[in-house]
């Protein structure tokens, strides 16, 4: 089966770093995307991934190991607004998209 | 301009009934999606559309059906609704299905069946 994991809620303080583990399983692997989503909107485009290593735009940057099935999202200097939930999606062999659950942040002043 | 809109934002209908999601788009992407939300899980694909005129079935198709006369509509349509399709229900739409084209979402409808 396929298989997207993610942790379910963190917690950070303003200002700080936190990174967002996914793993993944599934069949075929053409490129891994995060979101961010706000409690009550829609899903935003955070990042993609297609190749192994470092993407990094403004504050935040995600990572890829396709031999590890493995990204993370980091966040560096956290704002209030940056509490939301974030989500991990990993496009399959037949380029549809598979959705991890979410990981819900929580920045406390 | 409006990106992908949806309609209407939210809906109480009872079990049984008929009802027609709709979700339009003007930036003249190819491919449309749409998605149930629920909570502790993450969004799953009910239908796609690659193209106009093409519908395919996602991870949870039952109790819906799609169609995609042209371009910009893509709505979704409930034939009996049940309890079980309570959910948040987003509509997406990319340039293609291929690499890394992202999706952009719509803002959602609210549907509580009763």
């Known amino acids: 089966g396929q298989n997207i994991d993610q942790p379910t809620e963190m917690t950070a303080t303003e200002g700080a770093i936190v990174q967002i583990n996914c793993t993944y399983q599934t069949s075929g692997f053409n490129g891994l995307f995060w979101y961010q989503q706000h409690a009550g909107e829609a899903p935003t485009f955070l990042s993609y991934?297609?190749l192994d290593g470092l993407e990094e735009k403004g504050r935040f940057s995600s990572f890829l190991s396709r031999s590890k099935g493995y990204s993370y999202l980091l966040l560096k200097e956290l704002q209030m607004k940056d509490s939301a939930s974030y989500l991990c999606?990993?496009?399959?062999?037949?380029?549809?998209?598979?959705w991890g659950a979410g990981t819900k942040l929580i920045i406390k002043p | 301009t409006a990106g992908i809109t949806q309609a209407p934002t939210s809906q109480i209908l009872a079990a049984g009934r008929s009802m027609t999601l709709r979700c339009t788009q003007d930036?003249?992407?190819?491919?449309m999606y749409w998605y149930r939300q629920d909570l502790g899980l993450g969004l799953r694909l009910i239908h796609y559309s690659n193209t106009a005129g093409t519908t395919g079935k996602g991870e949870v198709p039952d109790g819906y059906s799609v169609s995609r006369a042209n371009t910009d509509d893509f709505p979704l349509t409930l034939a009996s609704a049940v309890p079980s399709q309570t959910s948040v229900y987003f509509c997406a739409s990319s340039d293609s299905t291929q690499g890394g084209n992202e999706q952009f979402f719509g803002p959602g409808t609210r549907l509580t069946v009763l």
């Open positions: 999606a990993v496009t399959d062999s037949n380029y549809q998209l598979i």
């Open positions: 991934n297609v």
């Open positions: 930036m003249r992407h190819n491919a």
